[in-house]
């Protein structure tokens, strides 16, 4: 199947801003969505407890960067994302609880220019299974790697497959039946059929495996339910 393209992306989630302004209605697809949210955060503070600067990727409404300053409140954040009207929304949340700098960068990751070594903390929530093949994963975990500084930690949550046929199977079987357990076969196709045309997952192995090649002196995993998962690396 043709994949969507970056456009496609931007214009669907620039359709969606209030549902993902909401945890509680909005990521109801995203299994563990506010556990994830916690421990991610949570591990970051405690990695780098005197951060200072922070990086959302995919930022959508600002959940993420939300989160992260309930732990360190005296955060700098720059939010990135395709859509301008969720980057709008993000800084309107984002900016409410925070008297520090919030700056907004309407674009893809792979594509923005920022300053090498900048970040304490880059946060990329459902957002990196965008990416594509060998050479696009390698090319953007390399450019989280130099954003952050050294002792800095890039913390992921996402959508993820594993690394063997059988087992992958089973996982999406399983995450059907509890899509279909919200709400119906109709709901459960819907999402399938969606990841199908828009998402090009990896394998948790195979993204901790990537940061060490870049040069991530550790990795965490945090957590891991059917084909979701937190984990991270440490610069």
Not at 62 to 76: C, D, E, H, R
Not at 162 to 191: A, C, F, H, M, P
Request: charged share 30%; glycine share 6%; hydrophobic share 35%.
């Amino acid at each position: 199947m043709i994949k969507s393209t970056v456009k496609e992306i931007k214009e669907r989630f620039d359709n969606d801003v209030e549902r993902f302004s909401n945890l509680d209605t909005g990521q109801v697809a995203t299994i563990d969505a506010k556990i994830s949210l916690e421990l991610l955060t949570e591990a970051s503070k405690r990695i780098v407890p005197n951060a200072k600067n922070l990086l959302d990727i995919g930022c959508g409404a600002g959940n993420y960067s939300l989160k992260m300053l309930t732990k360190i409140a005296n955060l700098n954040c720059t939010l990135v994302d395709l859509s301008k009207p969720m980057l709008d929304k993000a800084k309107e949340r984002v900016s409410a609880k925070t008297n520090n700098k919030v700056e907004t960068i309407q674009g893809d990751i792979r594509e923005v220019e920022l300053k090498e070594k900048s970040f304490d903390i880059i946060l990329a929530g459902a957002v990196l299974h965008h990416l594509r093949d060998d050479n696009d994963w390698e090319t953007t975990f390399n450019k989280l790697y130099n954003l952050l500084k050294p002792g800095g930690c890039l913390m992921i949550s996402d959508l993820i497959t594993q690394e063997t046929n059988t087992v992958n199977e089973y996982t999406w079987e399983r995450y059907g039946d509890y899509l279909e357990s919200i709400d119906g076969k109709e709901y459960r196709d819907k999402v399938l059929d969606y990841v199908e045309k828009e998402d090009s997952p990896r394998s948790m192995t195979y993204q901790l495996e990537l940061m060490r090649k870049v040069g991530f002196k550790k990795t965490e995993i945090l957590h891991k339910n059917m084909c979701f998962g937190a984990f991270g690396g440490i610069k």
